[in-house]
């Protein structure tokens, strides 16, 4: 989850001037329109800080989003990419949730079986701390090399750990040819601007000869755009995917797609690839034709009105359960709910955020300040209101609060 482009990439084209010159990152035309802008939000949503009152003053940014009327990429065309600190107090790990856990390795099952990867060599670029790696590489018996500057590899089991090869840095042009049947690409792209030039050196990394199945996972913003999901917009997040937009950069920089789909309650776009052959410029025909859709933009035109709407509503919401003393807690420190926060402006009226990560217990947020607690410690503080920051943990948090002995009613964003 944690790479930017590359120092070659970013040199040959500064983040921040790519929107400036409405240039669209992704399929490299020039009608890039603004939709929504929010000032000053906190840069990082999931870096650990270790005092409230680091997390009050760390830096904050600007994000001003703009959708591509040819292929339908948005971007922050005020994003820019030195602004992030991703190393080991980076906490982006979501696999303490079982729900998770499990989704994590139905996939990573489902493309064991279905591109048969049982004894090969898998390559994830931004792998995290290296827990979807690990399950590849323990399902088919794989071996695998993780790229991360924030990768943790006293996580892994041992015996896991034997098989992977952890490199704690970004992903550049020093890993062309490296190995590869798999080529793994999760919660990544979506913190890359460049993302045209990223893919292109993905690319021509490939070992020539070699055609390794591709996989890529993001979040979708087709469900951001249709439910207004204001808290899933952040300054980490520079670019933004829905079906079409994230095929056609992968056929233009060289791919051929095999599979689109929506998986995770339909908060997640996943895509498989394989190198292709064909020439560049047939395969930028083909589905360049295809979305030469002039309402391609449409779908954004009232969304900041009702993204507006929903950030007014939670915030009356919050506000009259801390009126009447209904003690609410936010449920999920990552950055949802920094985003949450920093969009509603939210701030007493909520006294502790919960996480079941132990790493980001007795930590801060970044924006807020807010703590982290454990979900123990609300057997002691009993709040009446819990805001959980994602529905797909509803039944997981519910049976954690039922666990408590705690009525407190559930709410979901
Ligand atoms: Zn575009």
New binding site residues.
Partial sequence: MADNGTSDAAAAAPPHDAGAAGR??????V??RGFLEYEQVPVHGVLLMYSREAGRAHPRADLQLAV??????VTNVRFEAGQHEYGPDYEESQHCSSTFSRFAAELARRLVDDFDLREKSIVEIGCGKGEFLAELCRVGNNRGVGIDPACRPERIDAATAERIEFRPEFYSAQHAGLAADMICCRHTLEHIQPVHEFLTLVRRNIKSGTRPVVFCEVPSLEIIVREARFWDLYYEHCSYFDRA?LA??FERTGFDVLDVWLDYDEQYLCLTARPSDQAADERRESRATANADPDVASPMADFAARCRASITQWREVLAAWSEQQLRPVLWGAGSKCVAFLAATGLDEEVEYVVDINPYKQDRFLPGTGHLVVAPESLREYRPRRVLAMNSVYRQEIQAQLDALGLDAELHTL
């Fill in positions: 669209c990152p992704a399929c490299l035309s009608d890039l591509c009327s040819a292929c339908g990429f937009s056609t950069l």
